[in-house]
């Protein structure tokens, strides 16, 4: 059964530092790997999709990285600004020889952003 | 193109009430998921329907139960509410299923309240 753990559960900058979220997973055998945004009390915004063939993926001040072999991924955050703050969540999607087919996520990393 | 959208929003329910939930998914997309998000749980999956026919379920009781239509719109139901069954339900779409290249879109959630 996929595990997914995000470390730390809070995290605390001040404006402009750059930063790394991590993510780890039990199971290497997946799909992809998606990065989600969640402002309270809303739905979840994707970010970043990581095939599994890949290695990394960029989108603007985002880039995303993935390790199978490890086991993890990491969210790295350019020049944070405080509209950045939000929960931050990974998921992997599972593949199995029974086309199971479903997101096991993180229980994330809320992020805040000091102006 | 519209995003995945849910309605209700937002209710409120009595123990041993029934509720259902409705979503949209965006459009050309044929596989709906539906997840449950607690504080204390996180973000767990329940079921994905594709082509109107349930693919996987997670593990969560028979009175959770969903439909999938022509259109792909789906609708998942709760029966004899509990206490615990509060929570955001959210409901997400994929063009495909079984694809390093399938990402996940989300809605903004219902927000059920069981009292």
């Known amino acids: 059964k996929q595990e997914v753990t995000q470390i730390p559960a809070a995290l605390s900058v001040p404006e402009g530092e750059n930063l790394v979220l991590n993510c780890s997973f039990t199971?290497?055998?997946?799909?992809?790997l998606q990065w989600f945004r969640q402002d309270p009390g809303k739905g979840l915004t994707s970010l970043l999709l990581i095939q599994s063939s890949q290695r990394e993926q960029t989108s603007g001040r985002l880039n995303a990285s993935l390790d199978k072999s490890s086991g993890r991924s990491t969210l790295y955050i350019a020049a944070s600004q405080p509209g950045d703050s939000a929960t931050y969540l990974c998921?992997?999607?599972?593949?199995?020889?029974?086309?199971?087919?479903?997101?096991?996520f993180g229980k994330g990393t809320k992020l805040s952003v000091i102006p | 193109k519209a995003g995945v959208t849910q309605t209700p929003r937002y209710l409120i329910k009595t123990r041993g009430q029934q509720v259902t939930l409705s979503c949209s998914p965006i459009?050309?997309?044929?596989?709906v998921s539906w997840y449950q998000q607690t504080p204390g749980q996180g973000l767990q999956f329940l079921f994905e329907?594709?082509?109107?026919?349930?693919?996987n379920k997670g593990n969560f009781p028979g009175r959770f139960s969903g439909r999938q239509f022509s259109n792909s719109r789906s609708e998942m139901n709760v029966s004899t509410l509990e206490l615990g069954d509060s929570a955001l339900y959210l409901c997400a779409s994929s063009l495909r299923r079984g694809s390093s290249y399938n990402e996940q879109f989300f809605g903004p959630g219902t927000r059920l309240t069981v009292l």
């Open positions: 459009s050309g997309h044929r596989s």
């Open positions: 329907y594709f082509s109107e026919t349930q693919r």
């Open positions: 199971d290497s055998a997946i799909y992809n």
């Open positions: 998921a992997g999607n599972p593949y199995s020889g029974a086309g199971s087919y479903q997101l096991t």
